[in-house]
Nanobody, 119 residues
């Protein structure tokens, strides 16, 4: 089994910053794409950012220039640095990982961490 454990959410004022972390543990041969999705109250889950094992990144248009994503392959951990936060960034942020458990591959999700941007 695999677990994704997120940390770093909380309450921040508009214009502030937060850093989210997500560590994958368990039966892992290798970790492919990792990333973050978010779901605001009453809305569908949406992509925030992803990063491949080779370091290629992809961002939602709404966060480009404000968020960065990185990973530590030795720790199977992905980070989301969120700057210039806006109230519309308020959501539950879920970590995602596509994991090779040889011979199987599967998608895994974290339970989510709340990010609230409010004055």
């Amino acid at each position: 089994q695999v677990q994704l454990v997120e940390s770093g959410g909380g309450l921040v004022q508009p214009g502030g910053s937060l850093r989210l972390s997500c560590a994958a543990s368990g039966t892992i041969f290798s970790v492919n794409t990792m990333g973050w999705y978010r779901q605001a109250l009453g809305k569908q889950r949406e992509l925030v950012a992803t990063i491949t094992s080779g370091g290629r990144t992809n961002f939602a248009d709404s966060v480009k220039g404000r968020f960065t994503i990185s990973r530590d392959g030795t720790k199977n951990t992905v980070y989301l640095q969120m700057n210039s936060l806006k109230p519309e960034d308020t959501a539950v942020y879920h970590c995602y990982a596509h994991i090779n458990q040889w011979p199987h591959e599967a998608d895994y999700w974290g339970q989510g961490t709340q990010v609230t941007v409010s004055s």
